[in-house]
T-cell receptor, first 115, second 115 residues
Framework: AQSVSQHNHHVILSEAASLELGCNYS??????LFWYVQYPGQHLQLLLK??????LVKGIKGFEAEFIKSKFSFNLRKPSVQWSDTAEYFC?????????????FGAGTILRVKS | ETGVTQTPRHLVMGMTNKKSLKCEQH?????MYWYKQSAKKPLELMFV???????ENNSVPSRFSPECPNSSHLFLHLHTLQPEDSALYLC??????????????FGPGTRLTVL
């Protein structure tokens, strides 16, 4: 079945460490890609998105993601994490071959940043 | 404030009860979505409404019955649920269902427990 995979379910980092969260998808053809974040007790918020153009996308709060088409990947990165980045991160894909605005989510990665 | 509100935030119901979840968006969007987030599973799309018409039913059992009386409100009517239906139910909206590049904005969710 076609899907979205996030490699790590739990990640623990110290403040100032670099972050990379993996996301792979199995859809062929054109895709739109998203990273959402859910801070403790809050709703899902969009971090960044990729539709076309420059495969390196900058988002809010210093996050960026790189779309590598050949690897079907859209990994999320941040050079130096803060305690306030503790949250659950979700990768989502909108397969353009499907009709309409439908998101397929990965299982999520829980990030805990130790102060 | 995301512009998408959901009530109630928590709901406990028995298997013979009938209850409804409500979603309201204050963003002037034309598309609304119901997602289900079960423990240790990815977010799953349930229903999509575009301009008050249902455009997607993702093989959801008939004990879940959506209603979209206008473009700002979306309901999920629940009856004779099973304990495995316990989950977080998230509502989202986007400007349009097409184009598929529109960002979806999420509400805080309703945590449902079926006894």
């Amino acid at each position: 079945a076609q899907s979205v995979s996030q490699h790590n379910h739990h990640v623990i980092l110290s403040e100032a460490a670099s972050l990379e969260l993996g996301c792979n998808y199995s859809y062929g053809g054109t895709v739109n890609l998203f990273w959402y974040v859910q801070y403790p007790g809050q709703h899902l918020q969009l971090l960044l998105k990729y539709f076309s153009g420059d495969p390196l996308v900058k988002g809010i709060k210093g996050f960026e993601a790189e779309f590598i088409k050949s690897k079907f990947s859209f990994n999320l990165r941040k050079p130096s994490v803060q305690w306030s980045d503790t949250a659950e991160y979700f990768c989502a894909v909108n397969p353009c071959m499907e009709y309409g605005n439908k998101l397929v989510f990965g299982a999520g990665t829980i990030l805990r940043v130790k102060s | 404030e995301t512009g998408v509100t959901q009530t109630p935030r928590h709901l406990v119901m028995g298997m013979t009860n009938k209850k409804s979840l409500k979603c309201e968006q204050h963003l002037g969007h034309n598309a609304m979505y119901w997602y289900k987030q079960s423990a240790k599973k990815p977010l799953e799309l349930m229903f999509v409404y575009s301009l008050e018409e249902r455009v997607e039913n993702n093989s959801v059992p008939s004990r879940f019955s959506p209603e979209c009386p206008n473009s700002s409100h979306l309901f999920l009517h629940l009856h004779t649920l099973q304990p495995e239906d316990s989950a977080l139910y998230l509502c989202a909206s986007s400007q349009e269902y097409l184009p598929i590049t529109d960002t979806q904005y999420f509400g805080p969710g309703t945590r449902l427990t079926v006894l």
